[in-house]
């Protein structure tokens, strides 16, 4: 369920985080969400020097569990690696994407509350397109609501 013609008036507060190979893709999507007047929390890192994704990975989803962000953007070089990070954490349910259906659809079936991308797989304007559909798409409620409540806490019934 997008919410149509709600673009202009929808401002959130998002989190934005990635490793070394994604600090550029990270930095043209967060001026690109400034300019659509987003609060944008960049969490880093902000340069080309080598980092460990797992850890920006883990400061998105603590910054994200505690309220400070609505969403999470999450970037490295394929988006695996900082994706399996993220879904680490309970509260998290992270999407790896690469096109807009994914990302729309991680949120109305999975009420995914960060996307993550491969900055080394994917282009700026795919990566607006898959920001955009999960930024204005609403989760799509109860139906979904049973499978998403499934995703929580650990279970011990896996044999």
Known sequence: MKREGREQESRMRIAIASDHAGAGLKAELAGW?????????????DGAASVDYPDFGYKL??????????????LCGTGIGISIALNR????RCA??????????????NDAN???????????EMAKACVTAF??????????????????????DLG
């Open 33 to 45: 969400l400034r300019d659509q007047k987003h609060e944008i929390d960049d969490l880093g890192t």
């Open 61 to 74: 989803a603590a910054h994200l569990a505690a309220g400070h962000a609505e969403r999470g953007i999450a």
């Open 114 to 124: 960060v996307i993550a991308m491969g900055a080394r797989v994917i282009g700026i």
């Open 96 to 109: 790896l994407v690469s096109e807009p259906l994914s990302a729309a659809l991680a949120r109305e079936h």
């Open 89 to 92: 954490h309970p509260a998290m």
């Open 135 to 156: 930024l204005t798409t609403e989760f799509g409620g109860e139906r979904h609501a049973r499978r998403v409540g499934k995703l929580g806490g650990v279970r011990d």
